[in-house]
Structures are given as structure tokens and as C-alpha cells.
């Protein structure tokens, strides 16, 4: 066998080389000590759930449905049975049973998510319906931002998002809230104190890269 520190050829049962003096159980006792340290949870994101942001967007798409609705759908009311009237107040109630029933489902979402960072990898957790557990490793990662939109800075929240060399760097709208698409990466919704939370993954994943 070679030793890993010089390259020079020693004996399988020598535990020191006797070039460059590199200890081989030394090397060993590290690895082992690095198994142990990433079943350990350094740091853990769990995304809360912000009834105002979700109300505005679910509110504002709802809009744009309305809007769509009433110069296109019902342009031509004359056609209908119903009263242009009746008809867009069964479109609102409509609109919004399915607000509330969407924002109770994610609420359910939100409360099992959850984003574990190890010594050399990050784990996402969904338990919601049917359980989903991935994993990333940090030497795949090429790429940690942290956003906020207009929305986001009103709500007091802000998206990390973690890109992979698979990734594009692009984000898409839509992407899911719970995190990992296609496998490419890992987007983080609804992160409270964004930027210290982004600050401290991003050393963690520093650091493991040293």
C-alpha cells in the first residue's frame, strides 16, 4: 500500500511512514470521529408559517383570477342563465373556500418540515400525507443566496436558496415551498430572521468545504 500524505510505499501493518512520518490509525480515528459528528445536528431550519404573507399571495393570485374572469368568462353575460351578479358572487365564495382550505393544508405542511445540517451534509424532512426525507451533500452545493421580496420584507421573512452544480441558478416560480426540485437544490420558504440564518448555514458549509 502507498502512503496517502507522500505516496511512498509502506507496509500494510506499519502505522507510520517512514518517509514522511504520516500516521495512518491517525487518519482512521478522524474518519471515524467525522461519521460520528455528521449524525449529529449542527443546525436545523424549521420554515414557520406566516398567515399574512400566505394571505396576500393566495389573495393576489386570486385577483388576477377575477380579473381574467370578469372581462373574459363573463364578457358576454347575455349568454348566461344566471344574473352577472349571481354568477361572480358564487365565483368569490368559490375563491375563497379554496383560500382557506389551501392555507389550512399548507399550515398542516409547514408544521412537519424541517432542514437538519450535519457536519457534511443537509436533510430535508416532510411527514406531512406521505413522508419524504432527501439529502444533500455540501460538496455537490456551488451556490447559497438569501432573498426577499417586497412581500417577503413586509412579513418579516426571506428565502435561502441552495443551488447544487446541476442547478441553474435561476428560480422558479414554480417551485415547490417544501424545498427540493428535481433534485438541483434546496429552496427554503418562509425563513424568519433570514439573514442570520443565512449567514450561519453558509458557514457551516464553509467550513466543511476546508
Known sequence: MFCKNCGTEIDEKARFCPKCGFDRMGEVDQQKRRIVEDNKIK??????????????????????????????????????????????????????????????????????????????????????????????????????????????????????RIFTNASSGVYSSQSRHNGMRNANGIHIHCVENVKEQYRTIKQIIDEAED
Request: overall charge positive; hydrophobic content about 45%.
Open 43 to 160: 443546525y436545523q431550519i424549521k420554515p414557520k408559517f406566516n398567515i399574512l404573507y400566505k394571505l396576500l399571495s393566495n389573495l393576489w393570485k386570486a385577483t388576477i383570477f377575477m380579473v381574467f374572469f370578469t372581462f373574459f368568462i363573463l364578457d358576454d353575460s347575455d349568454k348566461w342563465i344566471f344574473s352577472y351578479s349571481s354568477i361572480l358572487l358564487w365565483t368569490v365564495g368559490v375563491i375563497l373556500i379554496y383560500i382557506i382550505l389551501k392555507m389550512i393544508f399548507e399550515k398542516m405542511q409547514y408544521n412537519s418540515l424541517e432542514y437538519n445540517f450535519y457536519t457534511t451534509k443537509i436533510e430535508y424532512k416532510d411527514g406531512f400525507l406521505n413522508k419524504e426525507e432527501k439529502e444533500l451533500k455540501y460538496r455537490y452545493i456551488r451556490e447559497i443566496t438569501m432573498n426577499q421580496n417586497l412581500l417577503e420584507r413586509l412579513c418579516g421573512i426571506g428565502t435561502i
